[in-house]
T-cell receptor, first 113, second 112 residues
Framework: EDQVTQSPEALRLQEGESSSLNCSYT??????LFWYRQDPGKGPEFLFT?????EEKEKERLKATLTKKESFLHITAPKPEDSATYLCAVQAAPLDSNYQLIWGAGTKLIIKP | KAGVTQTPRYLIKTRGQQVTLSCSPI?????VSWYQQTPGQGLQFLFEYFSETQRNKGNFPGRFSGRQFSNSRSEMNVSTLELGDSALYLC???????????FGQGTRLTVV
């Protein structure tokens, strides 16, 4: 069964303390892996798409990497405004044209000043 | 370029009533997906429409339905509301030949 697991569930960091969030997946064939950021009461905001193992993408203090079994979202020197829930989603290779995204439960990141 | 627009932003309904939520996708996007998000269950896929046809459906009861119009705008309807239907309902649109989904701000539905 296709599955996406994110860890940890919650992460508290001091401002400037770098860390990584994990997204592990089991799918029959990966079409794409997506990272989103969600603030309370709002819709998820698209961050990155990764398509193949070894690929990396960066945006400000965030860097996403991908292996054959997992993805990491590295946060370098975070600021309080980086506090949010980070969601990971995977799209498997289509079977019967099913392009549905499979979502992880998210990691709630809290950055303390 | 305008983003995905969902209306209304907030709704309060009584158990047993029905509700219709609206979603206007980003211009040029033909795929629209709907999700239910609750604190305990996370993002749950409801259904996806593409060119006015339902392409995928999640594991929700028949009380949840949707449709898409020729201009790609979409509506979802929930009939016979239950307390457990209280959630943030999110709509996302995707461009042709692309897999990224862009979300609206959501509609917060409270059933009392």
């Amino acid at each position: 069964e296709d599955q996406v697991t994110q860890s940890p569930e919650a992460l508290r960091l001091q401002e400037g303390e770098s860390s990584s969030l994990n997204c592990s997946y089991t799918v029959s064939g990966l079409r794409g892996l997506f990272w989103y950021r969600q603030d309370p009461g709002k819709g998820p905001e698209f961050l990155f798409t990764l398509y193949s193992a070894g690929e990396e993408k960066e945006k400000e203090r965030l860097k996403a990497t991908l292996t054959k079994k997992e993805s990491f979202l590295h946060i370098t020197a975070p600021k309080p405004e980086d506090s949010a829930t980070y969601l990971c989603a995977v799209q498997a290779a289509p079977l019967d044209s099913n392009y549905q995204l499979i979502w992880g439960a998210g990691t709630k990141l809290i950055i303390k000043p | 370029k305008a983003g995905v627009t969902q209306t209304p932003r907030y709704l309060i309904k009584t158990r047993g009533q029905q509700v219709t939520l609206s979603c206007s996708p980003i211009s040029g996007h033909r795929s629209v997906s709907w999700y239910q998000q609750t604190p305990g269950q996370g993002l749950q896929f409801l259904f996806e429409y593409f060119s006015e046809t339902q392409r995928n459906k999640g594991n929700f009861p028949g009380r949840f339905s949707g449709r898409q119009f020729s201009n790609s705008r979409s509506e979802m309807n929930v009939s016979t509301l239950e307390l457990g239907d209280s959630a943030l309902y999110l709509c996302a649109s995707s461009p042709p030949y692309n897999t990224e989904a862009f979300f609206g701000q959501g509609t917060r539905l409270t059933v009392v």
